[in-house]
């Protein structure tokens, strides 16, 4: 089955500690991206990704960090620079622009990630 | 950047049919996604309009009017499984990436 799976489901980490969240795909999609959501607030953007080895930062990315060395992993880095990791944090993929008609994302299960 | 506005929160009777509403402004508009999101759960996709009308598929609908910056959600046939977030995301002109509203919470009840 093709799919985004991300792992673990829930973290817990100390402040002050690195934590780097997983985020696979097997769809053959050429975009990857993260997002983070609060309680009562929208999706935000964190990171993107159209291509391997090429990434862009977005709204938010001040505090994490990314890499995309195949074209199925992005995995995303909160580092102890982020100021209020605690978070549900979404990775999607997508066909990419210059194929897919509206480059529907679809979204792994999430991560929520608690900082104590 | 874009404004998108949903009401926060709305209830509804099981069987009943119920239209969630999103105005946005953006800079160009390239498309309007709504996905449906369980608590705790991942976004899913429900449907895409860029050309103005009414977009159906099976007991969910949407409409987008691109001159009046407005889009709805329509969910007939009501189910208890319906409850849940529905997030309105359009994407502005040049850009793939939609931006995504704050989500309204649907409360169906028996």
């Known amino acids: 089955d093709g799919g985004i799976t991300q792992s673990p489901k829930y973290l817990f980490r100390k402040e002050g500690q690195n934590v780097t969240l997983s985020c696979e795909q097997n769809l053959n999609h050429d975009a990857m991206y993260w997002y983070r959501q609060d309680p009562g607030q929208g999706l935000r953007l964190i990171y993107y990704?159209?291509?391997?080895?090429?990434?862009q930062k977005g709204d938010i990315a001040e505090g994490y960090s990314v890499s995309r060395e195949k074209k199925e992993s992005f995995p995303l880095t909160v580092t102890s620079a982020q100021k209020n990791p605690t978070a549900f944090y979404l990775c999607?993929?997508?066909?990419?622009?210059?194929?897919?008609?509206?480059?529907?994302?679809?979204f792994g299960p999430g991560t929520r990630l608690t900082v104590l | 950047g874009q404004n998108i506005d949903q009401p926060t929160e709305m209830t509804a009777t099981e069987g009943a049919i119920v239209q969630i509403n999103c105005t946005y402004q953006t800079s160009g508009f390239n498309g309007l996604f709504w996905y449906q999101q369980h608590a705790g759960e991942a976004p899913t996709f429900l449907s895409y309009?860029?050309?103005?009308g009414l977009e159906e598929k099976g007991r969910f609908s949407s409409f987008l009017s691109r001159s009046k910056g407005y889009s709805y959600l329509l969910l007939k046939e009501l189910q208890m499984k319906d409850s849940a977030s529905y997030l309105c995301a359009p994407k502005s002109g040049g850009s793939y990436i939609p931006t995504f509203g704050r989500g309204t919470s649907l409360i169906v009840h028996p």
């Open positions: 990704s159209q291509i391997v080895n090429d990434f």
């Open positions: 999607a993929s997508s066909i990419g622009a210059a194929r897919g008609r509206g480059d529907t994302q679809y």
């Open positions: 309009n860029v050309l103005d």
